[in-house]
């Protein structure tokens, strides 16, 4: 049947579809497509002090729009996928601004002991590895803590109890101190006779002589040199893994703090292969003796990763000396329980000589700088680049890694230089197996000044934390927690230590997120949560906000979003 519409009612319809037809298309035009992915119901964290939003809009892999639940579902389509943020705090994706992922990534397929307190604890780890593994040729182990041992420091005859039939070797938390079994040792060699390398103690029993499986410092390269090099599968292995397990901790950039063209290589394989789910910021590690030569090789590595979506060489990392604990880290005035001021490996000319060739080039320099004079020396040669070359088109924005203990008259030049401090919140954590030895050897004095986040801020530097995995956990939620509460993850000791650095939480979290984005130049790309950026986008299961930040650690990860794709959903 024909329709008997009067005909002043059908052009009535036909002129009121055509109107909204184009009403509907300009929207169109000016959304210039689909939006691939909203988050509802979240805390939108816009920064600190900026107005918490309700919802994010991702197109392709970038934020389209922070704003209300209404605005953001009308914005959705049928192909739209929503992701219900269930109250959570939406976070940016957070950055490691100073971490070892391929080692790290390697360590993962060893026996982990940085959790393990008692001795009994780090018994069963290794022995349920070796019986979970039957097959390694050898058992392999990192992490272990002094203080569980008798003494302070494990045998041989400890390990050939959990390990009898191959070699197993473990290297203690600071990665100072090996410990090995009977079978390691004989194969690499260490006899009663074996005497001690230039800088390093083969411990002998004062009994019989005999060695107690203790290698320290550099007599740890006597067992290096027989352990099982991983293989290029291993280490791609490795980089998923790790990728794996950034993704589940909402991590979704990292600072490389340390690397060569061979590792960067395999990251970029895993990116092909599609195993890499971080972006990463790679810190190019400094030979001694670095000429303008290797520096050229170096421009050129920095060129051939320019246009890469996911790697981007812009650093490069410098040793400038030691660490506290094994009073190797340079200090302004000798250790508090030893004659030594410990040793910078360079001379002031010679560290002036590199930053400034590498500054030259356009280089960001990362500076491991741990003790108060290695911190001077550091500042003196970016000051002296400063002096010797025209600033770079960025601004220059040279680190200092770590920086545990630093003079006062040094905390104003951080600002004034542009110099980044690169903490690591979590190094602080305040067990008696971690901070006794560290505050022993420095004196209260000098320890007054450790991981001064809050008189840092005020004296105007810039900062980004980082883990320094895996020196220890990966999670950085712990290098958070420590910075607002100063306390450990069981909230020890109760008036935290050194109490008054603590800072804010939302100032914690943008360390973690837009001052790593700073740091690798890449502000204006991400580390934020506003429209343009790229997607980096962390759903945290609780409001982080509304709660006590003590309590910050309650919240665990529910999705890791890295431009605009969920990588991780717990
Ligand atoms: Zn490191």
Redesign the pocket.
């Known amino acids: 049947m024909r329709s008997r519409l009067p005909a002043l009612i059908v052009i009535g319809i036909v002129a009121v579809t055509v109107i909204a037809g184009l009403v509907v298309g300009a929207q169109r035009d000016d959304r210039s497509g689909p939006v691939d992915l909203v988050v509802l119901n979240g805390r939108v964290f816009t920064g600190a002090g900026g107005d918490p939003a309700e919802a994010v809009a991702v197109r392709g892999s970038e934020i389209l729009r922070v704003g209300s639940n209404r605005d953001m579902k009308r914005l959705a389509g049928p192909a739209t996928k929503v992701i219900d943020a269930h109250g959570g705090s939406v976070v940016p994706g957070f950055v490691d601004g100073?971490?070892?992922f391929m080692s790290g990534g390697l360590g993962m397929d060893r026996v982990n002991l940085l959790d393990a307190e008692s001795l009994d604890a780090i018994k069963k780890k290794i022995s349920e590895f070796a019986a979970a593994n039957p097959g390694r040729q050898w058992v392999l182990g990192r992490g272990w803590y002094y203080s569980p041992f008798p003494g302070g420091l494990p045998t041989r005859q400890q390990l050939d109890e959990l390990v009898p039939d191959r070699p197993a070797y473990m290297t203690c938390y600071d990665g100072h101190t090996g410990w090995a079994n009977t079978a390691a040792l004989r194969l690499a060699g260490i006899t009663a006779k074996t005497p001690d390398p230039a800088d390093g103690v083969v411990m002998k029993d004062p009994g019989t002589g005999e060695p107690t499986g203790v290698l320290k410092e550099a007599a740890m390269g006597l067992m290096s040199k027989v352990l099982p090099q991983p293989t290029r599968e291993d280490r791609l292995r490795a980089i998923s893994r790790a990728s794996r397990e950034a993704s589940r901790l909402g991590l979704t950039s990292i600072h490389e703090?340390?690397t060569s063209e061979a590792s960067l290589d395999l990251f970029e394989e895993a990116r092909k292969a599609g195993s890499l789910s971080v972006r990463v910021y790679a810190a190019l590690s400094v030979k001694d003796g670095m000429t303008e030569a290797d520096a050229d090789a170096f421009d050129a590595l920095r060129r051939h990763y320019a246009a890469n979506p996911q790697i981007k060489v812009g650093a490069v990392k410098v040793m400038a000396d030691g660490v506290i604990e094994a009073h190797t880290a340079a200090m302004l005035a000798p250790y508090a329980n030893n004659p030594t001021s410990g040793h910078a490996n360079y001379t002031p000319r010679e560290l002036q000589r590199i930053v400034t060739m590498m500054d030259r080039r356009g280089w960001q320099v990362m500076t491991?700088a741990i003790g108060d004079g290695a911190v001077r020396m550091t500042l003196d040669a970016y000051d002296a680049a400063a002096k010797a070359n025209p600033a770079p088109p960025a601004g220059r924005r040279h680190r200092v890694?770590?920086a545990e203990t630093v003079d006062p008259a040094d905390f104003p030049r951080f600002g004034q230089q542009n110099t980044i401090v690169s903490y690591m919140p979590f190094h602080a954590n305040p067990t008696p197996a971690q901070l006794t030895v560290w505050t022993a050897n420095i004196g209260p004095d000098r320890s007054s000044r450790g991981w001064i986040v809050r008189t840092m801020q005020q004296a105007g530097a810039r900062q980004v934390f980082g883990s320094?995995w895996p020196?220890v956990d990966l999670d950085p939620r712990l290098e958070i927690n420590m910075a607002v509460t100063r306390r450990t993850a069981e909230g020890l000791p109760k008036e935290g230590w050194l109490p008054d650095q603590a800072i804010a939480l939302p100032d914690a979290i943008e360390t973690m997120t837009a001052a790593g984005a700073y740091a690798s130049f890449d502000e204006a790309k991400k580390g934020r949560l506003a429209p343009g950026l790229l997607a980096d986008i962390v759903i945290l299961s609780k409001d982080v906000f509304a709660q006590p930040p003590e309590r910050f650690l309650d919240a665990v990860v529910d999705t890791t979003i890295l431009g605009g794709k969920v990588v991780y959903q717990r």
Do not use: I, L, Q, T
Request: cysteine-free; aromatic content about 0%.
């Open positions: 100073h971490v070892h703090a340390g491991h890694e770590h320094d020196v």
